[in-house]
């Protein structure tokens, strides 16, 4: 069985460059959706980094993943390089899905990342899918499907899980529980924790309290995946965390709805800096090479807005192209 204990030091170094990857990208992402370079919106996952990376890493390169909304630090967490993903987010022909998918909608397949939804709970019945054709085509794969804590109160949740659990199929459901909606607590909504839901459908449920330690939620992921891939079926694992910043970028909300206490605690557990600082209490890293980390990824940023800036818009005949059907041509169809 996998756990943190045995990862080398140069995987450790590897979950803080991916933490600083989404860290500093989606701060990016921000700016420039204030500058008006991004169209719409875009929400980050300030503050959930270790829950992302910890499941990503846990997975293998193979693996399928399906996000939700919040989903920019999914493919990033699984290796995806940042240039396509910045360019999709501001819809640029280089993009992982030639600009078309944009910050709710993108996909990396290079990555087994099969795509997020604006939709709530919308993409968890597509990672059944996809641990059902894992297991049909006999293929050593498992899906993971990323979802919110409001996600777990929509009827597909319970129907994803009851299919997977009596087929046994190789899916983790993780619900990345950060406590909030839009601005709505968790508890004001949800009876009872989401992981004893688990129970309902004959599967085990694992919680993770500290989501912000990426090796506490790499400990539960790879456990779960450990089962999915003997045949055992599928985990629900409930991670708590928390998004620093609003629901959305650039969202104008009148009343502090989130408590200064509860705010300023979470805060003070910042995944990145928490996993800096037990990397040079265990002789992974000094405090210099910690530093010259954080400025090879503040490059990395850099290089993939420049990246952006500098490719092309889509043509406009593209706009037909990868879809499922052709588009009509109004003239001889009406």
């Not at 993971?144 to 804590?149: A, I």
């Not at 899980?161 to 950060?178: D, G, M, S």
């Not at 998004?243 to 104008?252: A, K, W």
Request: overall charge negative.
């Amino acid at each position: 069985m996998q756990n943190s204990a045995s990862l080398s030091a140069e995987t450790m170094l590897e979950m803080q460059r991916r933490m600083l990857r989404i860290r500093l990208f989606d701060e990016r992402a921000s700016k420039m959706v204030k500058r008006g370079q991004i169209p719409g919106t875009v929400h980050t996952s300030i503050g959930q980094e270790a829950q992302v990376v910890g499941a990503c890493m846990a997975l293998r390169r193979g693996d399928h993943m399906t996000g939700n909304h919040r989903s920019h630090g999914h493919p990033i967490g699984k290796g995806s390089p940042l240039g396509p993903l910045m360019a999709e987010l501001v819809g640029k022909a280089t993009g992982v899905c030639k600009g078309k998918g944009g910050s709710l909608h993108l996909a990396d397949y290079a990555v087994g990342s099969l795509g997020e939804s604006g939709i709530t709970g919308s993409s968890i019945p597509i990672a059944v899918g996809a641990g059902l054709s894992a297991q049909v085509l006999k293929q050593d794969r498992i899906a993971l499907s990323f979802f919110g804590d409001g996600a777990a109160n929509q009827g597909v949740f319970y129907e994803a899980l009851n299919l997977a659990a009596v087929w046994k199929l190789p899916v983790i459901f993780l619900c990345e529980n950060n406590q909030y909606a839009l601005s709505t607590p968790a508890h004001t909504v949800t009876s009872g924790r989401i992981v004893d839901r688990a129970h309902g459908f004959g599967l085990p449920g694992v919680r993770v309290d500290n989501g912000q330690d990426v090796l506490a939620v790499y400990d539960a992921v790879a456990e779960a995946a450990d089962r999915a891939r003997a045949g055992e079926g599928p985990t629900l694992v409930e991670v708590m965390t928390y998004r620093f910043r609003e629901h959305s970028e650039g969202l104008r909300i009148n009343v502090d709805y989130r408590d200064a206490t509860e705010r300023d605690h979470w805060l003070s557990q910042d995944p990145i800096v928490l996993f800096r600082q037990v990397l040079i209490e265990r002789g992974v890293a000094s405090e210099a090479q910690m530093d010259e980390m954080d400025a090879a990824i503040a490059q990395e940023v850099e290089d993939c807005v420049r990246f952006t800036l500098e490719s092309p818009d889509p043509e406009p005949h593209v706009a037909f192209e990868d879809l499922y059907s052709d588009a009509y041509d109004l003239e001889t169809t009406l």
